[in-house]
């Protein structure tokens, strides 16, 4: 993967993982309070929601400056996310489908995530001969080349097989 994308999906990552933490130690120490458990849980939806969209602004603007050739990469991130985010939210406030009648929060739900899960069909479906090379072309780092033949990291200047100059693909 490339070095660029790397960093928003490790700050998310950690991010997700500080939540997970925060939501072990409340389901822990705030089990018996099933009010403040409740507020905690949603809170901690929304932190997750906020992750999300974050990761989505900056994994699509590091896409735009590596791969801008290649827009519909973002759409994808981006309807992606999106789904991931009607998720949470479905699940944060399903406490209270109950209060609704006639199902109408599933129903309003439903059609929320459908609209992201077309959106990606049609982005796939559109660009299906390019996908193999918009994958490859995002997914592999740049590599400095020994007149050897040994893939070396970006950062050599030399190579770590033989001592030579190493050269860029």
Same mark, same amino acid.
Not at 120 to 127: E, G, P, V
């Given at each position: 993967?490339?070095?660029?994308?790397?960093?928003?999906?490790?700050?998310?990552? &950690?991010a &997700?993982i500080?939540v997970?933490l925060?939501?072990?130690?409340?389901?822990?120490?705030?089990?018996?309070v099933?009010?403040?458990?409740s507020?905690?849980?949603? #809170?901690?939806?929304?932190?997750?929601v906020?992750?999300?969209l974050?990761?989505?602004?900056?994994?699509?603007?590091?896409?735009?400056l590596?791969?801008?050739?290649?827009?519909?990469?973002?759409?994808v991130?981006? $309807?992606?996310i999106?789904l991931?985010?009607?998720?949470?939210l479905?699940?944060?406030?399903s406490?209270? #489908?109950?209060d609704?009648?006639?199902?109408?929060?599933?129903?309003?739900?439903?059609?929320? #995530?459908?609209?992201?899960v077309?959106s990606? $069909?049609?982005?796939?479906?559109?660009?299906t001969?390019?996908?193999?090379?918009?994958v490859?072309?995002?997914? &592999?780092?740049d590599k400095?080349?020994c007149?050897c033949g040994w893939?070396?990291?970006?950062?050599?200047k030399?190579c770590?097989?033989?001592?030579?100059?190493?050269?860029?693909?």
């Open positions: 993967m490339k070095k660029e994308l790397q960093r928003p999906i490790i700050n998310a990552i &950690l &997700l500080l997970i925060v939501r072990i130690v409340a389901m822990v120490t705030l089990k018996k099933d009010a403040v458990y507020v905690v849980d949603i #809170a901690l939806s929304l932190a997750v906020v992750i999300l974050k990761f989505m602004k900056e994994f699509n603007q590091q896409i735009a590596s791969s801008p050739e290649y827009p519909q990469v973002q759409s991130v981006r $309807w992606f999106i991931l985010v009607i998720l949470t479905y699940g944060a406030f406490p209270f #489908a109950a609704l009648p006639y199902g109408i929060y599933y129903i309003v739900f439903f059609i929320l #995530a459908l609209i992201p077309y990606l $069909w049609n982005i796939l479906y559109k660009n001969a390019q996908l193999s090379e918009i490859k072309n995002i997914s &592999l780092e400095r080349v007149s893939n070396n990291p970006i950062s050599a030399f770590n097989r033989c001592g030579l100059p190493v050269g860029k693909v």
